[in-house]
């Protein structure tokens, strides 16, 4: 068995293009399906898969750790750099696509068969721009409480939310005061039966991420995610220490050495590896033995296209520290268009029962994805009361 062809598809999505990886194999009908998708870095990526191409023509889809390890390796930078790692992921995704279907069996049976019956998911609040997730004033609180309402209704126990604005530094009490009051709009409108978790997307240094992690300590959240900057690992565990809530982290850390590093310094208690960036299926598993020797557990990011869902859940069903999946199942309303599921979703809870078919369980219609061709997405664009640069 021969690979013969890799084909990048790249599919516009409203706030991102999804990137599928196509690997196709010398067997009739056989072939994988990635996904490689990197906001505002779509054609970045679509090179990296192009140059990956030529090492693995010819090869043998089956030798998924050999075939990591060239991709990895054959090059003095090895597999370091976003770009470089999401493409590698793509990559991947689609050869244990293609061992699952081989196998005729789901890629978690390959892993040692499923451990649990289910896996729960979790929405996100709000859109894709700045003044979507925040208002100006805490009378805006109550958007957030609207949403996390509508939310509840849609089947959802458990959602995300940016309610933390972006800060200098240091600040005083304002910001805290308005993160403060849109988590208590939350509450206030679910509920302590539904889960609450707050996404700070790195903005705040660790000072003002502890700040808000101990204004919202209170609210029980599920989570806190990326309190500060994923560089300052120091500053997360200073964060992590000092709240009852978990911290979460990870999405933007592309190496194991990476989360070895997060992981010795406890500077988390979920670990949100991202299977598309963090080297595929192959380095998330090795990332998931070593989040377990250190009893950490397991949330995946995961606000991508349906081939990063599909793995991200069969992923799921074969790890024992998983918790939760975010999901994405309203950016575009022609999503379900588009692919073919092999899990299914209880409407009440957003439960997914396991996928029943070979590898991933999916198929990607390419005559839909060709209604929707690229376009540049919108560079966001964060600056502080000064005019500097902030984080968005």
Not at 193 to 205: F, G, K, Q, T, W
Not at 273 to 295: E, M, N, P, S
Request: aromatic residues 8%; negative net charge; proline residues 6%.
């Amino acid at each position: 068995m021969k690979i013969t062809q890799i084909e990048t598809l790249v599919c516009h999505a409203r706030m991102r293009n999804w990137i599928f990886v196509k690997v196709v194999t010398d067997q009739p009908g056989l072939h994988g399906w990635g996904e490689a998708t990197l906001e505002w870095h779509t054609r970045s990526v679509v090179g990296a898969i192009e140059d990956m191409a030529d090492l693995l023509i010819g090869q043998d889809p089956r030798r998924i750790e050999y075939l990591w390890q060239m991709m990895f390796r054959q090059h003095f930078w090895h597999g370091h750099g976003i770009v470089r790692s999401t493409a590698i992921s793509g990559i991947d995704i689609a050869l244990w696509d293609i061992a699952g279907k081989v196998a005729g069996m789901p890629c978690s049976q390959l892993w040692g068969g499923p451990v649990r019956d289910q896996i729960r998911t979790y929405c996100h609040l709000g859109g894709g721009k700045m003044e979507d997730f925040y208002g100006t004033n805490i009378d805006d609180a109550k958007r957030f409480g609207d949403l996390a309402s509508a939310a509840v209704e849609s089947g959802f126990t458990a959602m995300k939310s940016m309610a933390v604005p972006p800060t200098m530094p240091i600040e005083g009490l304002r910001p805290i005061k308005l993160a403060e009051a849109a988590v208590a709009a939350m509450r206030d409108a679910v509920g302590d039966e539904i889960d609450l978790m707050v996404d700070c997307h790195a903005r705040p240094s660790p000072a003002m991420g502890l700040k808000f992690g101990k204004a919202l300590d209170p609210y029980g959240l599920y989570f806190f995610e990326e309190p500060c900057w994923p560089e300052s690992l120091d500053g997360l565990a200073m964060i992590n220490a000092a709240l009852t809530t978990p911290v979460a982290t990870g999405e933007r850390i592309t190496s194991l050495a990476g989360f070895r590093d997060l992981f010795a310094r406890r500077g988390c208690e979920i670990c949100q590896l991202d299977i598309t960036h963090c080297g595929g299926l192959t380095a998330a598993r090795r990332i998931a033995a070593l989040a377990d020797a250190h009893h950490i557990a397991l949330a995946p990011h995961n606000p991508q296209g349906p081939v990063s869902t599909a793995a991200s859940l069969e992923f799921g069903f074969s790890q024992p520290g998983y918790l939760i999946c975010e999901t994405v199942h309203a950016d575009v309303p022609w999503r379900d268009d588009v692919v073919r599921e092999g899990f299914t979703v209880e409407p009440v809870g957003r439960i997914v029962r396991p996928n029943r078919l070979p590898g991933l369980g999916i198929e990607i219609d390419e005559a839909q994805v060709a209604k929707h061709p690229f376009q540049q997405e919108l560079m966001q664009r964060v600056f502080y009361p000064d005019g500097a640069i902030g984080d968005w």
